[in-house]
């Protein structure tokens, strides 16, 4: 089964994910399919705490794959920032 999730990066006390779209049997650092966005939790002002490539969560989840509860929600909170911008 494809699934979306987040796959922690960075260093230790500051943790960047990187939202993939990968198979469930693989490992959570291992290869994925695609790279369709990213969450900082400790961005600073400056920068972006969020970017998802909507399009491409879009057509893998009309291909059949699954959210991570996390992702699910992040893609929601993206989608109402988006909406409010435009």
């Not at 943790?15 to 693989?26: L, Q």
């Not at 920068?47 to 893609?75: C, F, M, N, T």
Request: proline share 3%; glycine share 6%.
């Amino acid at each position: 089964m494809v699934t979306i999730r987040l796959t922690r990066r960075g260093a230790k006390n500051s943790p960047f994910y990187h939202v993939v779209v990968t198979d469930s049997r693989k490992r959570q650092g291992g290869a994925s399919l695609e790279n369709v966005g990213f969450f900082n939790p400790v961005a600073r002002k400056s920068e972006p705490k969020l970017k998802l490539d909507l399009a491409r969560i879009e057509y893998w989840v009309s291909q059949g794959a699954k959210q991570s509860d996390r992702v699910k929600s992040l893609v929601s909170d993206y989608r109402k920032v988006a909406q409010a911008a435009a």
